[in-house]
């Protein structure tokens, strides 16, 4: 009996601590057009190098490449990079998309692009872009594109294309 109700303390306690880690997420979603991105990542970052990844809760790839993305910025934090999520998910969407990013244990501010035309979101966002997810643009400090790529891409191609513009320090990134 006593064995049953340690358990079931245990137990409770575990779930405890699992659901304040959730609910105390130190995560900011803003639903923002392409234009009102650009300026907020440029007001609110003193990185050297940003790296945008527009991914969705619907696109597998998205999802695959998420934890590599996620574990970039711990491990170039003294090379000063900051990470920042998009996500092209609907407004149906957004509990969903505020799930999952607290489930990868994202944290500070990330995006949402506004509901309505995709086609002037992906427009605005880059030309170089043609709305294919998984979409990373990697940017220096005043958000001046210097590499992207479509499609979902493994850990190695993440770790090269940073370390490229992170040896570029002596030129103008």
């Known amino acids: 009996m006593i064995y049953?109700?340690?358990?079931?303390?245990?137990?409770l306690l575990l779930l405890s601590t699992y659901q304040f880690r959730c609910s105390t997420s130190?995560?900011?979603?803003?639903?923002v057009s392409a234009d009102e991105l650009f300026v907020d990542i440029k007001n609110n970052n003193s990185s050297k190098i940003v790296l945008v990844n527009i991914w969705s809760t619907w696109c597998i790839p998205c999802i695959e490449e998420f934890p590599y993305i996620v574990d970039l910025e711990k491990k170039y934090k003294n090379e000063d990079l900051k990470v920042v999520f998009v996500s092209a998910d609907w407004d149906e969407n957004s509990q969903a998309v505020y799930d999952f990013l607290v489930s990868e244990e994202v944290t500070g501010i990330h995006y949402r692009k506004k509901e309505g035309n995709d086609e002037n979101f992906i427009n605005e966002f880059s030309s170089f872009w043609s709305g294919a997810l998984p979409f990373t643009g990697i940017y220096n400090k005043d958000m001046v594109l210097k590499k992207y790529w479509e499609g979902k891409k493994d850990e190695d191609f993440f770790k090269s294309s940073i370390d490229s513009l992170i040896n570029m320090r002596g030129e103008k990134l």
């Open 4 to 11: 049953i109700s340690s358990m079931r303390l245990i137990f």
């Open 26 to 31: 130190d995560l900011e979603i803003k639903v």
